[in-house]
């Protein structure tokens, strides 16, 4: 089989030399890579040009903004029977490419595989282990952990985008959803995808050992001060409805959201949140749970009048 890596990049030259010098060195060549770029990113361009004699690379460029919308377009132009996806500032480990294989080689049901990602950051490495990963439980919680999962290959929920890989066909039919909402990357994408594909009838497989090194930088720690913001909940519970509307069991889909309005998480606050920040956020905690609720009920009208959006 054929196996593409997918890198969307945007202003992180440095990073991105770093992945593809990995991709170079991986023990399985990929058949095709794909950067996609911005348009206007000429420092992305730069680093592309000096890489293009050192493997099958190609440029695929975006206009508009967003992660999803550079997801989209690398599909597009994938020719392999395997997409591997992972970001400008992961670096994936020399066997990344050959477990991966291995894992679709091995199972025509498989739709979808997936691994940790060994956090780097502030001169450390998170070095925890897990052994919940990636389960939606029947009302809605999340417990992600990729970053920390240990064990062996296991079935999951939902894949960390990151480090994840889809048999092309399917996942291009499907599409991420252009309508989530953000600024650069859209919270939830990856849980929106893997939905969708287990909805489609397709297993999604974490084994630890497909792993990569992840040297998140500055702007995503930007992004994470700003998970306290009312416009980021508003966005992150618009995603979130979106999200679980590809969710099979209509049931457990209803369960889900009212978790999402009853409880929610600090970012995303229901009632019972709010009410515990309410002692160390004071009003803004209730600024927090209102903009959260806004989110979700814009994403609701919108699957209801999708044409009005």
Same mark, same amino acid.
């Given at each position: 089989?054929?196996?593409?890596?997918?890198? =969307?990049?945007?202003?992180? =030259?440095?990073?991105?030399?770093?992945?593809?010098?990995?991709?170079?060195?991986?023990?399985?060549?990929?058949?095709?890579?794909?950067?996609?770029?911005?348009?206007?990113?000429?420092?992305?361009?730069?680093?592309?040009?000096?890489?293009?004699?050192?493997?099958?690379?190609?440029?695929?460029?975006?206009?508009?903004?967003? %992660?999803?919308?550079?997801?989209?377009?690398?599909?597009?132009?994938?020719?392999?029977?395997?997409? #591997?996806?992972? !970001?400008? !500032?992961?670096? @994936?480990? +020399?066997?990344?490419? *050959? $477990?991966?294989?291995?894992?679709?080689?091995? /199972? =025509?049901?498989?739709?979808?595989?997936?691994?940790? /990602?060994?956090?780097?950051?502030?001169?450390?490495?998170?070095?925890?282990?897990?052994?919940?990963?990636?389960?939606?439980?029947?009302?809605?919680?999340?417990?992600?952990?990729?970053?920390?999962?240990?064990?062996?290959?296991?079935?999951?929920?939902?894949?960390?985008?990151?480090?994840?890989?889809? $048999?092309?066909? @399917?996942?291009?039919?499907?599409?991420?959803?252009?309508?989530?909402?953000?600024?650069? *990357?859209?919270?939830?994408? !990856?849980?929106?995808?893997?939905?969708?594909?287990?909805?489609?009838?397709? $297993?999604?497989?974490?084994?630890?050992?497909?792993?990569?090194?992840?040297? =998140?930088?500055?702007?995503?720690?930007?992004?994470? !001060?700003?998970?306290? $913001? @009312?416009?980021?909940?508003?966005?992150?519970?618009?995603?979130?409805?979106?999200?679980?509307?590809?969710?099979?069991?209509?049931?457990?889909?209803?369960?889900?959201?009212?978790?999402? *309005?009853?409880?929610?998480?600090?970012?995303? +606050?229901?009632?019972?949140?709010?009410?515990?920040?309410?002692?160390?956020?004071?009003?803004?905690?209730? #600024?927090?749970?209102?903009?959260?609720?806004?989110? *979700?009920?814009?994403?609701?009208? %919108?699957?209801?009048?999708?044409?009005?959006?």
């Amino acid at each position: 089989m054929r196996i593409a890596v997918m890198i =969307p990049s945007y202003r992180r =030259p440095h990073d991105l030399a770093r992945c593809l010098e990995a991709v170079r060195q991986q023990a399985r060549q990929a058949d095709e890579v794909l950067v996609v770029v911005r348009a206007e990113d000429e420092e992305t361009a730069a680093v592309v040009s000096l890489w293009r004699g050192c493997m099958a690379l190609d440029v695929v460029e975006v206009t508009q903004p967003g %992660q999803v919308h550079a997801l989209n377009a690398g599909l597009a132009r994938c020719t392999s029977d395997i997409v #591997s996806i992972t !970001d400008d !500032d992961a670096a @994936p480990r +020399p066997d990344w490419l *050959a $477990r991966i294989e291995a894992h679709f080689a091995a /199972d =025509p049901g498989l739709g979808g595989v997936g691994g940790r /990602d060994w956090v780097h950051q502030d001169g450390r490495t998170e070095t925890g282990q897990r052994r919940l990963v990636g389960r939606i439980s029947w009302f809605g919680r999340v417990a992600g952990n990729h970053h920390l999962g240990a064990g062996p290959a296991r079935e999951v929920d939902v894949l960390k985008g990151v480090n994840f890989s889809f $048999r092309t066909a @399917p996942i291009r039919e499907i599409g991420f959803a252009t309508g989530l909402r953000g600024d650069g *990357a859209q919270v939830h994408c !990856d849980m929106q995808i893997c939905f969708a594909m287990r909805r489609a009838g397709w $297993r999604l497989l974490y084994d630890p050992e497909v792993a990569v090194d992840h040297f =998140p930088g500055l702007r995503d720690g930007r992004a994470r !001060d700003r998970l306290a $913001r @009312p416009e980021t909940s508003f966005d992150m519970a618009y995603n979130y409805q979106m999200a679980i509307a590809a969710v099979g069991d209509g049931w457990r889909r209803l369960m889900m959201r009212l978790w999402s *309005a009853a409880i929610g998480t600090r970012a995303v +606050p229901g009632l019972a949140w709010a009410a515990g920040l309410l002692c160390l956020r004071g009003a803004y905690a209730f #600024s927090l749970w209102r903009a959260a609720r806004a989110g *979700a009920k814009a994403a609701r009208r %919108q699957q209801r009048h999708p044409a009005a959006g």
